[in-house]
């Protein structure tokens, strides 16, 4: 192969894995920023509650600081990982960090999927029938997870490359 074509090739292939790491950070951002905001108002605060209260991770949250509190601890959270994820942009090992929490976040959620009641659809013969109010709600979390996965790859391989 001719090294200027090689080169270009090179070159292109890391423009789309760029393209493809910035989709999934500036979309992860937003549902972070939008999500973790949704957590200060009690519409929210009482729509995740069933979620909290019968999570054996995050039940303590509402003993501790009741059910608005627990919005908000949650909301902290989910921005702090918004800005995290946006310093990571210009930040190898916070890039690390950000798609790592991004990562925790949705693999927790997706355990609401065996803890709470009313996941599976019963008139429609239970699970794997999933709910439209519930379980539907929790299924786009396993994308969200997986755009987590691939940009903690892309993250990690960065910061191996910045120690060659």
Not at 80 to 90: E, I, M, P, Q
Request: proline share 4%; aromatic share 10%; glycine share 8%.
């Amino acid at each position: 192969m001719h090294p200027i074509t090689s080169a270009a090739t090179t070159t292109r292939s890391n423009a789309v894995v760029n393209n493809h790491e910035a989709l999934l950070r500036w979309s992860l951002v937003v549902v972070f920023l939008w999500f973790g905001g949704m957590k200060f108002t009690g519409y929210e605060a009482q729509g995740i509650a069933p979620f909290i209260e019968n999570s054996p991770f995050m039940a303590w949250l509402i003993d501790a600081f009741g059910v608005r509190g627990a919005s908000a601890v949650i909301g902290v959270m989910e921005l702090s990982t918004a800005v995290t994820l946006t310093v990571g942009a210009f930040h190898h090992r916070v890039a690390l960090l950000g798609a790592a929490m991004s990562c925790a976040t949705y693999a927790i959620t997706l355990t609401f999927f065996v803890t709470t009641p009313g996941v599976a659809e019963p008139t429609a013969g239970g699970f794997p029938a999933i709910s439209a109010p519930i379980g539907q709600f929790l299924l786009k979390d396993l994308v969200l997870l997986a755009a987590s996965a691939s940009l903690l790859r892309m993250a990690l391989a960065r910061c191996q490359a910045a120690r060659s």
